[in-house]
Nanobody
Framework: QVQLVESGGGLVQAGDSLSLSCATFGRTFTNVAWFRQAPGKRREFVAGLNWRHGNTHYADFVEGRATISRDSAAYTVLLQMTNLKPEDTAVYFC????????????????????WGQGTQVTVSS
């Protein structure tokens, strides 16, 4: 059974930094990504990583403020965010999918087969 578990969410102030972690429990995937869902809004792509090749992709709204990385030895994917804004408030989800050998990074929600339960990030002004 595939399991993804997020951690690291919490309450921060605008301008602060935060690091989220996604544990994959010994599994590797073609893509691991972070999505977020704010109240009343659709879930949206934040950042994605191609595990084997290491290439990354970011949504425009976090470009320059976020870094996604993998710790292959720990089977963990990190999302580090800086200069957080109140509009970053959302539940952040880790997602993963197997696509075989490819360098691509999926950016749509339907492209991911496995999801974590999410972790709440709240940014106060």
């Amino acid at each position: 059974q595939v399991q993804l578990v997020e951690s690291g969410g919490g309450l921060v102030q605008a301008g602060d930094s935060l690091s989220l972690s996604c544990a994959t429990f010994g599994r590797t995937f073609t893509n691991v990504a972070w999505f977020r869902q704010a109240p009343g809004k659709r879930r949206e792509f934040v950042a994605g990583l191609n595990w084997r090749h290491g290439n990354t992709h970011y949504a425009d709204f976090v470009e320059g403020r976020a870094t996604i990385s993998r710790d292959s030895a720990a089977y963990t994917v990190l999302l580090q965010m800086t200069n957080l804004k109140p509009e970053d408030t959302a539940v952040y989800f880790c997602a993963a999918t197997d696509l075989g050998e490819t360098v691509m990074i999926v950016v749509i929600e339907d492209g991911y087969d496995y999801w974590g339960q999410g972790t709440q990030v709240t940014v106060s002004s």
